[in-house]
């Protein structure tokens, strides 16, 4: 069955350096989703990507972030200057999208355990 | 007014025993609702995707979506330690962004 895939599975980074999630998406989806999870809380979106560009982020997804769709396949997301504060899961997710009502769902990778010191 | 609102539990329950989780929220523009199990620091899984109102059922799961209520319900019958998980609703009305709940965590006794 189709998956969703994240690398690594987790990341250790010091504080103020850049980090670079990695995400390959279902291969026939076309939506796109990073979201975050710090640990013991909820699920919180972070921003959507369709055809090259961001579709929607939230006031989490400030100029520190970056996503990046860099080849057919892979899906990025990019910290540029790591803080504590960023420590989290971050889960990749993806969907179909199109005109039948089952291509909104939503499909997660295993998540990447980012860990900044 | 938090997007979505779900009661985080613990709920525990015997080996069995028949499950109810819900999910409160405020968009009346929601329209696509899902609900997702999570074990420990794993990604979630999709378990059950519902459009607007009505009744869903897969197994041993049924979701139900009462628009009127702003509410939602997966049901869980005969329920096993397997099924130990913490339950995530998620909600949205579009592609862009959907909204999750804060999760109910579930111990399922054998």
């Known amino acids: 069955e189709p998956e969703v895939t994240q690398t690594p599975s987790h990341q250790v980074t010091q504080m103020g350096q850049e980090v670079i999630l990695r995400c390959v998406p279902i291969s026939n989806h076309l939506y796109f989703y990073w979201y975050r999870q710090i640990l013991g809380q909820k699920v919180e979106f972070l921003v959507s990507?369709?055809?090259?560009?961001?579709?929607?982020k939230s006031e989490i997804f400030d100029d520190q972030f970056s996503v990046e769709r860099p080849d057919g396949s892979n899906f990025t997301l990019k910290i540029r200057s790591t803080k504590l504060e960023d420590s989290a899961m971050y889960f990749c997710?993806?969907?179909?999208?199109?005109?039948?009502?089952?291509?909104?769902?939503?499909?997660f990778g295993p998540g990447t355990r980012l860990t900044v010191t | 007014q938090k997007e979505v609102e779900q009661d985080p539990g613990p709920l525990s329950v015997p080996e069995g025993a028949i499950v109810s989780l819900n999910c409160t929220y405020s968009n009346s523009a929601f329209q696509y609702f899902m609900w997702y199990r999570q074990y420990s620091r794993k990604g979630p899984e999709l378990l059950m995707y519902?459009?607007?109102?009505g009744n869903k059922e897969d197994g041993r799961f049924t979701a139900q979506v009462d628009k009127s209520s702003k509410y939602i319900s997966l049901f869980i019958r005969d329920s096993q330690p397997s099924d130990s998980a913490t339950y995530l609703c998620a909600m949205g009305d579009n592609f862009n962004k959907f909204y999750f709940g804060s999760g109910t965590k579930l111990n399922v006794k054998p």
């Open positions: 990507f369709y055809n090259n560009e961001i579709s929607e």
């Open positions: 997710a993806s969907s179909e999208y199109g005109p039948r009502i089952d291509a909104y769902e939503q499909y």
């Open positions: 519902t459009y607007s109102s």
